[in-house]
């Protein structure tokens, strides 16, 4: 049964810094990942999907990397900024279920001034 | 706009009441889900409906029961909801496969009193 975890739980960082957002699975057999923000209270805004044969993909100040024998993907936000604060996703297809996919319980971040 | 939409966006019924969520995508996609979002829990899948098709249900209640007239369109009816059922209810669309992006729409904040 696929798994996923996302750490840390919550980030604080002041506008401008670099940051990094962890997520693990414990099934590498995948076919994609895929990374989501979420708004409070709002529905999921895609961000950005790696196929199982990229190791990494780019969005603006986004970059996504993918290393699928350690079970583990990084999201890499540039340049902060408060309008980043949200929470982050990620998702894997569930193990032998193209269809499911496992969410991991997301990386609340706050972005100050 | 994210192509996926909700209505109701909120809804508060009570236990005896019999509602119905609706979910409309316009990405001509040919697979559908609901998904249940409750506090601090990961996202959960309920349903997936591939070609009008439901392929999974995942042990479900039958107070929820979905309902996929076309491939554009996908219904929660809901009936004789307990509390705990109060959650954003999700829906989301994908070509189908599980191998492309999801979309989901802003939800359906649901009470249960």
């Known amino acids: 049964k696929q798994e996923v975890t996302q750490i840390p739980a919550a980030l604080s960082v002041p506008e401008g810094e670099n940051l990094v957002l962890n997520c693990s699975f414990t099934?590498?057999?995948?076919?994609?990942l895929q990374w989501f923000r979420q708004d409070p209270g709002k529905g999921l805004t895609s961000l950005l999907l790696i196929q199982s044969s990229q190791r990494e993909q780019t969005s603006g100040r986004l970059n996504a990397s993918l290393d699928k024998s350690s079970g583990r993907s990084t999201l890499y936000i540039a340049a902060s900024q408060p309008g980043d604060s949200a929470t982050y996703l990620c998702a894997v297809p569930s193990t032998g279920t193209a269809s499911k996919l496992t969410f991991g319980t997301g990386t609340r971040l706050q972005v100050t001034l | 706009e994210t192509g996926v939409t909700q209505t109701p966006r909120h809804l508060v019924m009570g236990m005896t009441n019999k509602k119905s969520l609706k979910c409309e995508q316009h990405l001509g996609h040919n697979a559908m889900y609901w998904y249940k979002q409750s506090a601090k829990k990961p996202l959960e899948l309920m349903f997936v409906y591939n070609f009008k098709e439901q392929t999974e249900n995942n042990s479900v209640p039958s107070r929820f029961s979905p309902e996929c007239p076309n491939s554009s369109h996908l219904f929660l009816h809901l009936h004789t909801l307990q509390p705990e059922d109060s959650a954003l209810y999700l829906c989301?669309?994908?070509?189908?496969?599980?191998?492309?992006?999801?979309?989901f729409g802003q939800g359906t904040r649901l009470t249960v009193v």
């Open positions: 989301a669309s994908s070509q189908g496969g599980g191998v492309t992006e999801a979309f």
């Open positions: 099934d590498s057999a995948i076919y994609n």
